[in-house]
């Protein structure tokens, strides 16, 4: 595991390219449209929101965070008139265990069944509290097959970061239009996040203003110094609040997850667009 990035950070970007399958592979998209959720939007909307239940779309803007509101009221609660959650609940872990299955068919099976152990092991120690995707991902029922076990645990992984992650926004005083504007400022490319993520170009360019006015980027669109220190330090609480579950943990266990996840993240994330909406760095080492 890297020694110059957190190990809360380095195991991220390990176990979120396992996750993302289920939104880029064929296999997770035809489940999804199997169910009647076809469409990147109808997938990711319904696949991600399943856990919360046939929730409206309020709660989910919310907890979603950086997605504009607009995209998300005009899939929801519509989109359980297609699927109900439990429909789209099995189509996701069907999709990625199979996605995983093929991607992962060289990799000897008891390494996918020790990330697995891993893994859970570690959503064992989750402490969820005012995580809600995180908890409510964490809820559901183990799945039997090694290739299910290692995406849903990477899933409750990745959501438990990520709730910290908004939390840390918030707390930085950023909304989500904003928090995607300072990261294409750092190194990402505009039309990577913005189409994907819901917001026109007027949103989009309010943003960038308020921005301006706060000293977080420059009128180009190119991040100051100031900006780089408070997204540091966002990215810094990011860590902190992920990594109570990694405490008082041997460093010689981090390091056996870390192996074991190596070459499954990397096939993982082989299968990814290069350009994509994730968030993960565009190279990594760990």
């Not at 299955?101 to 092991?121: K, Y």
């Not at 939390?167 to 750092?186: K, T």
């Not at 109570?244 to 096939?267: F, G, Y």
Request: net charge negative.
């Amino acid at each position: 595991m890297a020694d110059l990035v957190h190990p809360a950070r380095a195991l991220w970007w390990l176990f979120e390219p396992v996750h993302a399958v289920t939104y880029f592979t064929p296999e997770g998209l035809a489940a999804f449209e199997e169910v009647g959720l076809g469409g990147v939007a109808r997938s990711y909307f319904g696949g991600r929101a399943a856990p919360l239940g046939a929730v409206d779309a309020p709660p989910v803007i919310a907890a979603f965070f950086n997605f504009a509101p607009a995209p998300i009221e005009r899939a929801l609660p519509a989109i359980w008139k297609l699927a109900a959650p439990e429909a789209a609940l099995a189509a996701r872990i069907s999709g990625a265990s199979a996605a995983l299955a093929r991607l992962l068919e060289h990799v000897d099976r008891t390494q996918i069944e020790l990330a697995a152990d891993l893994l859970e092991g570690a959503v064992e120690r989750l402490d969820c509290a005012g995580r809600v995707l995180a908890a409510a991902n964490a809820a559901l029922p183990r799945p039997s097959d090694p290739y299910g076990r290692l995406w849903q645990a990477a899933t409750v992984m990745r959501e438990h970061r990520g709730d910290g992650h908004v939390a840390a926004l918030v707390a930085a005083g950023l909304d989500g239009c904003e928090a995607l504007v300072v990261r294409c400022a750092l190194d990402v490319r505009r039309e990577a996040l913005q189409p994907f993520r819901g917001w026109t170009d007027e949103e989009w360019d309010a943003a960038s203003a308020r921005l301006v006015e706060r000293g977080w980027i420059t009128e180009r669109g190119t991040i100051t110094e100031c900006g780089r220190i408070r997204h540091q330090s966002l990215e810094a609480a990011t860590d902190l609040a992920a990594a109570r579950v990694w405490e008082h943990h041997p460093r010689a266990e981090l390091d056996r997850l870390a192996a074991a996840l190596k070459p499954i993240s990397a096939l993982c994330r082989g299968a990814l667009p290069p350009i994509n909406p994730i968030g993960l760095p565009a190279t990594t080492t760990a």
